[in-house]
């Protein structure tokens, strides 16, 4: 039931973009504190990467788009991008007909979590980008059981991941250079996981 044809997938990414570059200054002065504020100009130049390999490539198929997004981010310098472009690798791998459902989005952020996880050894709680990833995974499979459409899946993918972000200020961070300032990180949101629910909440399917 629904779905998102390649008109609604590229805007989605657009719709991200925008909203990421609205949110960029605030973002990396997260990155600032806890890290070495990098990751705002880190994700901005993969973005823009992304918009150019779009419009020179002109997919025809969802999947298509998010392998470009992921192409565009493999090739960023910082742990993020490279950690993002595997993560979009997993929904562009997903999907290869002219709608990408539900179902095959919950599988390919699935997979693609799997992948981060497998690479970058965060667990949820090290206060990574996977404190936002893995609540999204659970919310989309409980949405396909629930025979949602897109938009209301991952309305609630938006929603755990928020909450999954939300809760790693109060953590102190076990993965990446926030945790090589200990303590100083608690207090402090983590970057990468508001950008995971940035991402599911620009989607209007
Ligand atoms: P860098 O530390 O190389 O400057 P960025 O600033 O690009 O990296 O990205 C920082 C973000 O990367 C963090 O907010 C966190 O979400 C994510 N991150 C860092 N290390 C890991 C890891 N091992 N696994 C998953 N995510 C990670
Ligand atoms: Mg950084
Ligand atoms: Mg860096």
Not at 104 to 132: C, E, F, H
Not at 139 to 154: E, K, P, S, T
């Amino acid at each position: 039931p629904g779905g998102l044809d390649v008109v609604g997938a590229w805007a989605w990414v657009e719709a991200f973009h925008r909203r990421f570059s609205a949110d960029a200054a605030e973002l990396g002065e997260l990155d600032r504190r806890a890290g070495d504020g990098d990751f705002g100009n880190n994700i901005l130049a993969a973005l823009r990467r992304v918009r150019a390999r779009l419009e020179q490539t002109q997919p025809t198929t969802p999947g298509a788009v998010f392998l470009g997004v992921s192409h565009g981010f493999l090739n960023t310098g910082g742990t993020s991008g490279p950690l993002f472009g595997l993560w979009f690798r997993g929904i562009g791998r997903a999907t290869d007909g002219p709608v990408l459902t539900l179902a095959q989005l919950a599988a390919g952020v699935d997979a693609g979590t799997a992948t981060v996880q497998r690479l970058g050894k965060a667990r949820p709680g090290d206060k990574t980008m996977v404190d936002a990833m893995v609540p999204a995974v659970g919310a989309l499979a409980a949405a396909v059981a629930d025979g949602l459409d897109l938009a209301d899946g991952v309305a609630l993918a938006a929603e755990a991941a928020r909450g999954g972000a939300l809760a790693t200020e109060a953590l102190r961070a076990r993965r990446g250079r926030a945790s090589y300032v200990g303590d100083v990180a608690r207090g402090v949101l983590d970057p990468g996981a508001l950008t995971v629910a940035l991402f599911f909440d620009s989607c209007h399917g």
